[in-house]
């Protein structure tokens, strides 16, 4: 069954320093999305992506983010300068579509520690 | 601030038993529901979906959705100890296509 793969599973940086997060999302879907979530508390969605473009964004989502589609198969979260608070775990996920009946299939994760 | 609100529990049951997990959402225009099961540092795994009033059932599975009551529930019959996950609770709103999680029910199911 085909899945969502994010790569590293585990990011140690020091605070300040720029760090991407790769994920190759399922091989038919469209849509692209990232959500994070710190430890102890809810999913939170962080932006959604669309023909190369962000389609929504979330307040979190600010000047030190970016995302990118770099070729046919990966899409990419950059933070510019990584604080404490970034740290959390990331997860990608990917849908089929953008309706809102479409089921956003998650990937494993990256456990993002600023140091 | 359109919010998902769960029980953060933990519900314990013992094994065999129905389990029963509950939601309540803010956005009267809300669309789609859905239940992800999270194991602890593992990333959320769906279990269904839900998008009109009423039963859903899928196996041991049953959702059930009342939008005038802004309400959606999950039972799990015949728990299993493989059961016992952190049950996230997950709403489209009417506008745009981000998920919004409760914070997570803690199922325990004792053998």
């Known amino acids: 069954e085909p899945e969502v793969t994010q790569t590293p599973s585990h990011q140690v940086t020091q605070m300040g320093q720029e760090v991407i997060l790769r994920c190759v999302p399922i091989s038919n879907h469209l849509y692209f999305y990232w959500y994070r979530q710190i430890l102890g508390q809810k999913v939170e969605f962080l932006v959604s992506f669309y023909n190369n473009e962000i389609s929504e964004k979330s307040e979190i989502f600010d000047d030190q983010f970016s995302v990118e589609r770099p070729d046919g198969s990966n899409f990419t979260l950059k933070i510019r300068s990584t604080k404490l608070e970034d740290s959390a775990m990331y997860f990608c996920?990917?849908?089929?579509?953008?309706?809102?009946?479409?089921?956003?299939?998650f990937g494993p994760g990256t456990r993002l520690t600023v140091l | 601030q359109k919010e998902v609100e769960q029980n953060s529990g933990p519900l314990s049951v013992p094994e065999g038993a129905i389990a029963s997990l509950n939601c309540t959402y803010s956005?009267?225009?809300?669309?789609?529901f859905f239940w992800y099961r999270q194991y602890s540092g593992k990333s959320p795994e769906l279990i269904m979906f839900i998008y009109s009033n009423g039963d859903k059932e899928d196996g041991r599975f049953t959702a059930q959705l009342n939008k005038a009551s802004q309400y959606v529930s999950l039972l799990i019959r015949d728990s299993q100890p493989s059961d016992s996950a952190t049950y996230l609770c997950a709403v489209i709103l009417e506008y745009g296509n981000k998920l919004v999680f409760g914070a997570g029910t803690i199922l325990r199911v004792k053998s």
């Open positions: 996920a990917s849908s089929v579509g953008g309706i809102r009946t479409d089921t956003q299939y």
């Open positions: 956005d009267r225009g809300s669309q789609s």
